[in-house]
């Protein structure tokens, strides 16, 4: 199975400021068919999770813009351009290319400082 | 407005068995792999198991967890998803989500979940 392994594991971040969150792969990403499918999913405090981005930059619908993905082949990002408050929540990012099963990262834990 | 509503869930003793639904509306479900994922208590996100489209022939597949234990089905009549799990255990204790194609190109969407506790 594919381990996918998320850094940091919380992140303590001032409103208006950046953030960032790397995600690494035990093997490459990338599908026979050329596409990479890895997606970021953000779970807020007592809500179920939602996904924001898939295919490593595409974000899905309604997703705020501040909200950008990155990477190829075993290393990817999440980037939060300017941190707001309902940003707080924990961040997953999964991996959809070589499945089953679809595996997901440990999480990252995003707070305002 | 899309809708994905799971239900069924509750307190089951080791060893039983339950049978959670997912309600959907709002989309394309017929043309949509549909999956199930859990979340244990103050854990994180587990893939439960994936049931693809007709185009696809309905293949279901499933986490090596579940595997003989968990089966999923759907109707496509009653744009609904279903999860029967039998020979539960204190592991499977978690919220269970049904969400449609985490890792596809559609839009994706996730019902509230609904809380599975195994426990004597």
């Known amino acids: 199975d594919v381990v996918m392994t998320q850094s940091p594991l919380s992140l303590s971040v001032s409103l208006g400021q950046p953030a960032s969150i790397s995600c690494r792969s035990s093997q490459s990403l990338v599908h026979s068919n050329g596409n990479t499918y890895l997606s970021w999913f953000q779970q807020r405090p007592g809500q179920s999770p939602r996904r924001l981005i898939y295919?490593?930059?595409n974000r899905d619908s309604g997703v705020p813009d501040r909200f950008s993905g990155s990477g190829s082949g075993t290393d990817f990002t999440l980037e939060i351009s300017r941190v707001e408050a309902e940003d707080v929540g924990v961040y997953y990012c999964?991996?959809?290319?070589?499945?089953?099963?679809?595996?997901f990262g440990g999480g990252t834990k995003v707070e305002i400082k | 407005e899309v809708h994905l509503v799971e239900s069924g869930g509750g307190l089951v003793q080791p060893g039983g068995s339950l049978r959670l639904s997912c309600a959907v509306s709002?989309?394309?479900?017929?043309?949509?792999?549909m999956d199930w994922v859990r979340q244990a208590p103050g854990k994180g996100l587990e893939w439960v198991g994936r049931?693809?489209?007709?185009?696809?022939?309905?293949?279901?597949n499933y986490a090596a967890s579940v595997k003989d234990r968990f089966t999923i089905s759907r109707d496509d009549s009653k744009n609904s998803l279903y999860l029967q799990m039998n020979s539960l255990k204190s592991e499977d204790t978690a919220v269970y989500f049904c969400?449609?194609?985490?890792?596809?190109?559609?839009?994706?969407?996730w019902g509230q979940g609904t809380l599975v506790t195994v426990s004597s």
């Open positions: 969400a449609r194609d985490l890792s596809g190109t559609s839009q994706g969407y």
């Open positions: 049931s693809r489209n007709k185009a696809s022939s309905y293949t279901t």
């Open positions: 709002g989309f394309s479900f017929s043309d949509s792999y």
């Open positions: 999964m991996q959809g290319t070589h499945w089953p099963p679809l595996t």
């Open positions: 295919t490593v930059s």
